[in-house]
């Protein structure tokens, strides 16, 4: 699987149905994270910030509907509602409360997934494709492949400007270092943690004004990395 693979977060409470649906997204290269309860759906979201949900009407715990409402107030996440209503009042409540499509059951688990890969891809082409922080000190030009600092390109390699990539998507996220070696090399290395701590250095020395007290690129202790620009 690609280091590059989105992450897609099931929520629901059947089994059958979450196992037939991660087993034809994992097919299409996608990484799939599960969650049965409203519990542990929110404690995925927070976790592994996924790219799209796939979210059930009814659960044990909660409905589909709250997860939805709750997720809207921090997140512009894509989700797809699952649900056996097929009343049109049901369908506009969940379009209305922030859903982006919903898919009634019985479905096609092909077409499950050619509604995620078009959400996918109408979501990446309307992303940002640079982004500047603290007032443009820092631009991140990711078609471009280019980054700079006070309006200076910055020399970075192949693997830094992953990094660095990887860290400015997702403001806040702590990316542990076993995340960050599979950005960069893939899922299958055998590397390294110190590889990650060596590309972090190297970008600091590059990009800020203070390295020993960093804006950009934070150390979360015993975790990992995550991105403090602003």
Not at 63 to 72: D, F, P
Not at 146 to 153: A, L, Q, T
Not at 171 to 197: C, H, M, N, W, Y
Request: glycine share 6%; net charge negative.
């Amino acid at each position: 699987m690609s280091g590059n693979a989105k992450h897609i977060l099931i929520v629901d409470d059947e089994p059958k149905i979450v196992d037939v649906v991660k087993s034809y997204l994992e097919r299409n290269n996608y990484k799939v994270f599960v969650a049965y309860n409203g519990k542990e759906a929110y404690e995925k979201f927070e976790k592994e910030t996924p790219s799209l949900i796939i979210l059930d009407w009814m659960l044990p715990d909660t409905t589909g509907v709250e997860i939805c409402r709750t997720l809207r107030q921090k997140s512009d996440v894509p989700i797809i509602m699952l649900t056996a209503k097929v009343e049109e009042e049901n369908i506009l409540q969940g379009l209305h409360i922030g859903a982006d499509d919903y898919v009634t059951k019985p479905f096609s688990p092909r077409q499950l997934v050619a509604r995620v890969e078009a959400i996918l891809r109408r979501v990446e082409s309307d992303s940002p494709q640079i982004l500047s922080f603290y007032n443009g000190e820092l631009v991140v030009d990711f078609d471009g492949r280019d980054v700079k600092i006070d309006g200076n390109s910055v020399n970075l390699t192949p693997n830094e400007f992953k990094v660095i990539c990887a860290l400015a998507r997702h403001p806040q996220k702590v990316f542990t270092r076993e995340e960050l070696i599979t950005i960069i090399s893939g899922a299958d290395f055998d590397g390294f943690d110190r590889v990650i701590d060596t590309n972090i250095k190297n970008i600091r020395q590059k990009i800020e004004r203070d390295t020993k007290n960093p804006r950009f690129i934070l150390t979360v202790h015993g975790v990992g990395y995550k991105f403090g620009g602003s």
